[in-house]
């Protein structure tokens, strides 16, 4: 706790000094639009008859069930007690948006996403169970859930009843990720968050995530396996991955020109922590190898005539970059929102730890993942007057014990000399 108080920089609350939400929080948004964005993608071909992107489907299908099905874990390793989470499918809680997003995942994975790809692979499913014998025929007919039925008007309802799931889920993957959004979106006390353009600018960022992650796992499949890559195929993706990111980055721009017009009593704290705490994830990581970079690449491939070797090493590029670029953006609204107090005049940081409970590798640590080591020295232990005290003033022991004790104490300040 002394590392943390270190890097204490003006007036901080004593609640506010160590961060709730870490790097977990930031994987869960990160991982559910990619399944939204990868679903989107593969009713381009069922819904809307893009035959183009036809090659990606079933890949498409794929992606999203493997993203969704891990979705969870990161909220399950962020609680103290994980094995008490199906308490919310028991005692329901219609009035809270994070309670009730355990239905709309079990909808979207069972009635959606499952139930899509059954119907698609049925066929596959009851060739392979007539053509096995013994123990793998008995789990191919399981699989088939009895059904051994390929008429053409079975065909037929498959492909029906596939469609309409199909449209049923686009509504649905949208709230998958859009409540993400929500939550963070109607949080009015912190000013960061508090914005109607985040619902929409989560979906449209998982839209172009989930795009840009199928492109490239369509390419490595496809070379693994040892298959042409379909041209017409990749570049309509790259196309759909320009127009959604000019979407996502134009509305992005929307939210950042409305804070600066309004510029309320925040905008200064706000603007002061993006250009020093934030520079290098959102300014550098972020807008300019995350957004600007890929995008520039991507319109350079469709104004500029290409070998197909060319296109394929710049769809690739842009691929990864989009991918960090949008991992950067959950990574400065998780937090980014929670670096500055609540009075505006004072910042923490937040540097991840390696070995620990939510750190880069598996582990115990007793700040629990939020470990912050101080980058100059001690700050000068003459006491300062007034309302706050420094970290130098007192004892650490005593500033410990203090930001223990945080919830039952009164709203003191925490400040420290520069």
């Not at 990161?74 to 094995?83: D, I, N, R, T, V």
């Not at 290098?280 to 520039?296: A, R, V």
Request: aromatic share 12%.
């Amino acid at each position: 706790m002394d590392t943390i108080l270190a890097m204490v920089e003006g007036f901080m609350y004593p609640n506010e000094v160590e961060l709730q939400w870490s790097i977990l929080i930031v994987l869960y948004p990160y991982i559910t639009g990619l399944v939204a964005g990868a679903f989107i993608l593969a009713s381009l071909e069922r819904v809307f008859n893009v035959e183009a992107v036809k090659p990606t489907y079933r890949l498409a299908l794929l992606t999203a069930l493997a993203f969704l099905v891990v979705a969870p874990l990161p909220l399950q390793l962020h609680l103290g007690h994980p094995e008490r989470s199906f308490q919310m499918y028991l005692t329901p809680k219609t009035d809270s948006a994070m309670a009730m997003f355990g239905f709309v995942y079990l909808w979207y994975l069972m009635g959606v996403l499952v139930l899509e790809i059954w119907l698609d692979y049925r066929r596959d499913i009851v060739l392979k169970a007539r053509s096995s014998t013994g123990f793998v025929r008995d789990f191919y007919r399981v699989l088939a859930l009895g059904s051994d039925n390929l008429s053409e008007r079975s065909l037929e309802i498959d492909d029906r009843v596939g469609r309409f799931v199909t449209i049923i889920g686009i509504p649905s993957a949208f709230l998958l990720h859009g409540y993400v959004g929500f939550i963070f979106g109607s949080v009015k006390a912190n000013p960061w968050w508090s914005s109607p353009l985040m619902p929409v600018v989560f979906l449209f960022s998982a839209m172009v995530s989930g795009i840009a992650l199928v492109m490239l796992v369509y390419m490595v499949v496809s070379w693994l396996r040892s298959k042409p890559i379909d041209m017409r195929c990749l570049d309509t993706i790259a196309q759909f991955l320009l127009y959604a990111f000019i979407i996502a980055f134009s509305l992005e721009m929307l939210d950042l020109i409305h804070r600066m017009y309004e510029a309320d009593e925040s905008f200064k704290s706000l603007d002061f922590m993006v250009k020093s705490r934030l520079f290098t994830s959102q300014i550098l990581i972020q807008i300019i190898f995350g957004t600007l970079l890929p995008l520039g690449l991507l319109a350079l491939s469709q104004v500029v005539r290409m070998t197909e070797r060319a296109r394929k090493n710049i769809y690739a590029i842009a691929g990864v970059l989009t991918l960090i670029g949008i991992f950067a953006m959950r990574w400065n609204v998780v937090i980014g929102g929670q670096l500055f107090s609540k009075s505006f005049l004072g910042y923490t940081v937040y540097k991840m730890g390696f070995a620990t409970r939510e750190g880069s590798a598996a582990g115990d640590h007793p700040d629990g993942g939020s470990v912050l080591h101080p980058v100059g020295p001690d700050p000068d232990p003459a006491p300062v007057g007034g309302g706050g005290f420094s970290s130098g003033g007192r004892s650490r022991n005593a500033l410990i014990s203090s930001h223990r004790a945080s919830a039952s104490a009164s709203p003191r300040s925490i400040r420290r000399r520069v």
